[in-house]
């Protein structure tokens, strides 16, 4: 029995003595991961922290560009709003020039009528006086004719009352004249 106590001794001894190096051996696997998982986390921390202020910094830069677009599609509103009313104001200046230049055409019609008009009244007027001239030198060729006749006819008779200037009645005679 004395060998059996003393077996069951060392033998709980081997034991303990196992299971205190395992138990050893637990703690530093437990602690040598738990240290790897700390450092793990605080090397994720750290990417969480630096992913974070990416994404602050990508937000900011997302607010400001859409800021920057909204204020670029106001200038492209505004700058269509405009040019919409240049064709307008354009459009309505290029009709009234057309009318203008429907009016003056219309005036420079009339205008070259009326020159026409006038000319051809100016070409009766001057072949009527053409017509009058003639006549009027052939009265005063007659009329030459007949003071030549009534000098040299009454140069030995007196006149009680001689006319310094012997006057003549005219009357015209209606002319129609063609063109």
Not at 102 to 116: F, I, V
């Amino acid at each position: 029995r004395p060998d059996l106590a003393a077996a069951l001794r060392e033998l709980r001894a081997q034991y303990e003595a196992l299971a205190a190096r395992n138990l050893q051996a637990a703690e530093d696997w437990y602690r040598a991961r738990c240290a790897r998982l700390h450092e793990r986390a605080a090397r994720s921390q750290e990417a969480v922290r630096a992913s974070r202020r990416e994404a602050g910094e990508c937000r900011r830069q997302l607010q400001a560009r859409l800021a920057e677009m909204e204020s670029l599609r106001g200038a492209h509103q505004s700058l269509e709003r405009q040019l919409q009313e240049l064709e307008e104001r354009h459009s309505a200046e290029a009709a009234g020039l057309q009318d203008t230049i429907g009016q003056l055409e219309d005036d420079l019609r009339n205008t070259k009528n009326e020159m026409a008009r006038h000319l051809r009244e100016y070409q009766d007027l001057l072949n009527v006086k053409m017509a009058l001239d003639i006549e009027i030198a052939a009265y005063r060729k007659l009329l030459e004719g007949e003071e030549t006749l009534f000098n040299t006819g009454s140069v030995g008779l007196s006149a009680p009352n001689p006319l310094p200037n012997p006057t003549y009645s005219f009357q015209p005679r209606g002319f129609s004249s063609s063109t």
